[in-house]
């Protein structure tokens, strides 16, 4: 076994692991990671859960929003539209809560379902009171003025308004955008490991403007995977 300040129990050198995180955080694939750094494929699947796992605690941890202006909103992820399902009833798809602060950070959940008793409990626990919040005309958020959010303005898309001044949520959708085409070059990810991934993205997201590689790299040094 290395004595390995960044990973535990493992046989592979400080130096060689410092050569996989860059990778990774260049977003490789995994077979692209095992190739370069001459590892096998299991072995760098495993460095990678062990990431990823560590990723999601630390964007669970960032996860509160300031007061501000705040879009919320669903996306699905996963197989083909079954024919005749739309909207928030497509089947087979992962149901996936997001929110947006204007100009910072955004969150990411799966649900269980889009019913308001889920979403609205989300958004109470990390948004204060105070905050602005924009969505659509989902029903689910018809009762954000008696939680407590009395600001909280809606885009109609189902009259092919997308903007009306500040009343959008843009944000949030444009970054399902950015989310749906990263994980599709990651092929074969399973349902099991999917949140994984979904965080991977939002923090990535949200650190887009830093060097994730330093911030990762100090993270292991000061309590290794």
């Given amino acids: 076994m290395q004595n390995n300040k960044y990973i535990k129990h493992t046989h592979i050198s400080e130096g060689k692991f410092r050569e996989i995180l860059r990778l990774f955080c260049a977003d490789l694939t995994s077979t692209q990671i095992a190739k370069i750094s001459k590892i096998s494929r299991n072995t ?11 990723i999601v605690e630390l ?4 996860s509160c929003f300031e007061a501000g202006e705040i879009e919320v909103d669903e996306s699905y ?44 409990r989300i958004i109470k626990r990390l948004a204060p009171d105070d905050s602005t919040i924009y969505s659509d005309e989902w029903k689910a958020y018809d009762g954000l003025v008696n939680a407590g959010y009395k600001k909280h303005y809606r885009v109609t898309h189902c009259e092919d308004v997308f903007a009306n001044g500040r009343t ?17 070059k990651m092929r074969g990810i399973t349902r099991k490991n999917f949140n994984l991934h979904l965080k991977e993205t939002e923090w990535r997201f949200n650190h887009r403007t830093e060097n994730i590689y330093k911030l990762l790299l100090t993270n292991l040094r000061h309590c290794p995977i």
């Fill in 59 to 62: 964007a669970e941890a960032e």
């Fill in 168 to 184: 959008r949520v843009n944000g949030i959708e444009n970054f399902w955008g950015v989310a749906k085409n990263r994980l599709a």
């Fill in 77 to 120: 992820f996963g197989a083909k539209r079954v024919r005749g399902k739309r909207g928030r009833g497509a089947g087979g798809k992962m149901k996936v809560f997001g929110m947006k602060k204007r100009g910072d950070k955004v969150y990411t959940q799966i649900v269980n379902n889009c019913s308001a008793s889920e979403l609205v």
């Fill in 44 to 54: 760098i699947n495993r460095v990678l859960q062990l990431l990823r796992k560590r």
